[in-house]
């Protein structure tokens, strides 16, 4: 499978494609005064949107500048799509309209000759090398705007982040539909491991805040770290989720067969097939995010063992992997090398059909 992002601005996976006084308004964090503070040394980025619009330029510029940016995504054509199932010019063009969206205050016409000022939350001089990044260097559109839409959440990305994709969303679905059933698990603490943006740990942090549990995310890098903390706080979950930097299960110790949950998204891509990934995932995403050895099954395999371990007896787990082999490969793996330590396992697919996920419980 080639890992893309193309699809994930596309209106389909989002059906209301807002403006950008319905967007802020949307996206507001619910508690305001959460941003204060990040545990950790590294400073994330704040997203496009949710700058102050401290700046301001002539209309006829921002005109100026949008024919260029226009011109620009209109000569790609359909060469990247053919080259790697990258961006063509009509999907650009859509981006080039929510980079609009997300910069300038207000909406404006310009198709209308117009001196007047208006206000910006990027100056044009950023608006041009933004946009260069996002054609020339094929720099992903979720790390230009500094933000990805994913479930009913709008999350911080940037450079040494995995953009999570629409199809991680169902881990939420899996836990939520288990702890509808056990009250057990929606009062225990689960383990969100390799959390990248904090995708999973937030959602899941919602559907487990009204049950008292909680959810412990951990990374190894400290800048994903800070960016998920950030999008905790954005939605003002600290006191259901709890981040630790750390190598997958390393910052667990004290929760060794106390954890009624476990879910990750861990790379999963074999190290051969990374060059041929679309450019805005091989070039620009973490290697360490996407790289799963040889065969793909490094980190699935490290989790399997892992689980077997860290969860309570009836505990759950969701781990997403490249498709049907590797969902195979991973029952097998839990049926022959961990007899006895799982049950109820299921290979679940993704919106595509594709074969994606592994769930099940430990004895």
Request: with cysteine; charged share 20%.
């Amino acid at each position: 499978m080639k890992l893309t992002l193309t699809s994930v601005y596309r209106p389909h996976c989002f059906p209301t494609l807002l403006n950008s006084s319905s967007f802020i308004s949307l996206c507001r964090p619910f508690c305001t005064s959460a941003l204060s503070s990040v545990p950790t040394g590294v400073k994330p980025q704040v997203p496009l949107f949710l700058r102050p619009p401290i700046y301001s330029t002539k209309l006829c510029d921002l005109k100026k500048w949008h024919d260029w940016a226009k011109g620009l995504a209109f000569s790609v054509g359909s060469t990247f799509l053919h080259s790697d199932n990258g961006p063509d010019s009509s999907l650009l063009c859509r981006e080039l309209k929510w980079l609009m969206e997300d910069a300038v205050v207000g909406h404006h016409s310009l198709g209308v000759k117009d001196d007047g000022r208006v206000e910006m939350r990027v100056d044009m001089e950023e608006l041009y090398c933004l946009w260069r990044q996002r054609i020339l260097e094929r720099r992903p559109f979720q790390y230009v705007v500094g933000c990805e839409h994913w479930r009913d959440f709008v999350l911080s990305v940037q450079e040494g982040v995995l953009i999570p994709r629409p199809e991680t969303e169902l881990v939420v679905d899996f836990v939520s539909g288990v702890v509808s059933e056990n009250e057990d698990l929606k009062k225990g603490a689960w383990a969100d491991l390799g959390t990248g943006s904090g995708a999973l740990a937030i959602g899941i942090g919602g559907v487990l805040a009204s049950g008292g549990g909680r959810v412990i995310a951990t990374d190894l890098s400290p800048v994903a770290v800070a960016v998920a903390a950030y999008n905790v706080q954005r939605y003002c979950l600290q006191d259901n989720i709890e981040l630790r930097e750390g190598s997958w299960f390393e910052p667990l110790k004290d929760m060794e067969g106390r954890l009624a949950g476990l879910v990750s998204n861990p790379p999963y891509i074999p190290s051969k097939d990374i060059s041929g990934l679309q450019a805005e995932v091989g070039r620009h995403e973490p290697r360490v995010s996407l790289d799963g050895g040889i065969d793909g099954m490094d980190a699935l395999l490290h989790l399997c063992d892992g689980a077997a371990l860290m969860l309570k007896p009836g505990g759950f787990f969701a781990f997403e992997t490249n498709g049907k082999q590797q969902c195979r490969a991973l029952v097998d793996y839990m049926e022959n090398n961990r007899s006895g330590s799982f049950c109820n396992l299921e290979i679940r697919a993704d919106f595509a059909g594709i074969q994606r996920f592994v769930i099940g419980f430990h004895q």
